[in-house]
């Protein structure tokens, strides 16, 4: 049996100097992290590419899995032959007849040859192998600009390596070369792309979700999980942790002017942060905030409520239009999740008039009225920590229906 073969092609890691190997060792790590449930995949790193390399899964089992591995630019499945013109020539016979191009497309045929002893140079290959598709597909256009269909013929010593298909990959950084943050996951539509935007960068994530029962029901929680599932998707299995948030809330509704209310509960929500991220050793906290986008997001109302915390807060989504912000969303899965109508606690405690431009020394003498050491000690001490899958509630799903 022959074996089967991808090429991968780093990217952005191209660039990464005396680091390299770690950021390409991270990756070939992940790639047998998603592909260990198949057969014993080989993984051969090179200076500016990587092979995978088997022999039963088929292909696309493989595509579908690298098509969400954070730190892949571009991969093309590749198929080795002898260095024979002939058998190079009913091979791109074989992968055309495969893709079945339509009448009027176009198709041009790169060669490469780091073999310089084969018979026939890059222009030779080219040439002989165009004229052999041209023929069999009279019907197909050649274009070198922006061809449909790139046939690459790569001539090694191994052999000849041909590739028709190319598939984008996610791009960025490898899962978990940056370092670990926590995720402030709302259940709305920002934070779970914020969460994808971090872990595309290399960041590896920790979930964590404020619920406040019985305001929020457990549809909310289940609904962030689905969320870290799917996020799970481009990583790891996630850790999930659910604060206790009620008691903290109550208090602010019972002894804060409403206006000053959502100020003083993101400071809370942060002092939580700050301490969960130091007891899981992280470095950082994400949150899905977009400039201006609601009042706790303006500037003036940022600078209050981070003065509580000194662990950096990342905010990818921070200039990002929203309609670009839902795309994205849907593009990786969230969207369809996000818009099940479970309240959070941030929704379901809004204030009707929140101060976009809160003064500080404002905050502080209301947030003098509470016990914020004990509100906080008893929020991080009540968090629940599990473990999401990306397989979660796809094997059994808890039945809310008789809650509705």
């Not at 995978?52 to 493989?62: A, F, G, H, R």
């Not at 007849?97 to 041009?108: C, D, I, L, Q, T």
């Not at 959502?262 to 977009?290: F, P």
Request: net charge neutral.
């Amino acid at each position: 049996m022959s074996q089967k073969q991808i090429l991968i092609h780093y990217g952005e890691l191209s660039t990464k100097g005396r680091n390299k190997k770690m950021f390409i060792n991270k990756l070939a790590e992940h790639i047998r992290y998603r592909t260990q449930d198949l057969e014993r995949i080989k993984i051969v790193p090179e200076y500016d590419f990587m092979h995978l390399i088997w022999q039963e899964t088929p292909y696309q089992t493989v595509i579908e899995r690298l098509e969400t591995v954070p730190g892949i630019s571009r991969f093309e499945p590749v198929y080795r032959v002898d260095k024979d013109l002939d058998a190079i020539k009913a091979q791109a016979l074989a992968l055309f007849e495969e893709v079945k191009p339509a009448a009027g497309s176009s198709f041009r045929v790169l060669a490469k040859r780091s073999d310089k002893s084969f018979a026939y140079d890059t222009m030779d290959l080219q040439r002989e192998v165009g004229t052999c598709l041209g023929l069999a597909y009279p019907d197909l256009e050649v274009d070198f600009k922006t061809p449909d269909y790139k046939l690459t013929i790569s001539i090694q010593k191994a052999g000849a390596y041909l590739s028709l298909l190319s598939y984008k990959g996610v791009g960025g950084l490898p899962y978990g070369a940056s370092g670990r943050a926590l995720l402030m996951l709302s259940g709305g539509i920002d934070s779970p792309v914020a969460g994808y935007q971090m872990m595309k960068r290399g960041l590896e994530i920790e979930a964590v979700h404020f619920a406040s029962p019985p305001y929020t029901g457990p549809q909310a929680l289940e609904k962030t999980k689905k969320l870290t599932a799917q996020l799970a998707q481009y990583g790891r299995s996630l850790t999930y942790h659910c604060v206790p948030f009620t008691e903290i809330q109550e208090e602010i509704k019972d002894k804060v002017h409403d206006d000053f209310s959502m100020t003083i509960m993101r400071r809370m929500m942060l002092r939580v942060m700050e301490a969960l991220v130091n007891r899981q050793q992280a470095d950082a906290i994400v949150t899905g905030e977009s400039l201006g986008q609601v009042a706790s997001q303006t500037l003036k109302s940022m600078r209050a409520i981070n003065q509580v915390t000194s662990v950096p807060i990342l905010r990818p989504l921070i200039a990002i239009d929203k309609n670009d912000i839902i795309a994205q969303a849907e593009a990786i899965g969230t969207y369809e999740i996000s818009n099940e109508p479970f309240e959070d606690c941030c929704t379901v405690f809004a204030p009707k008039s929140p101060r976009t431009k809160p003064k500080l020394t404002s905050v502080m003498e209301l947030e003098a009225l509470l016990d914020v050491e004990g509100l906080v000690e008893r929020a991080v001490a009540g968090t629940q920590t599990e473990v999401v899958g990306a397989d979660y509630g796809k094997v059994s799903s808890p039945d809310f229906s008789h809650l509705l």
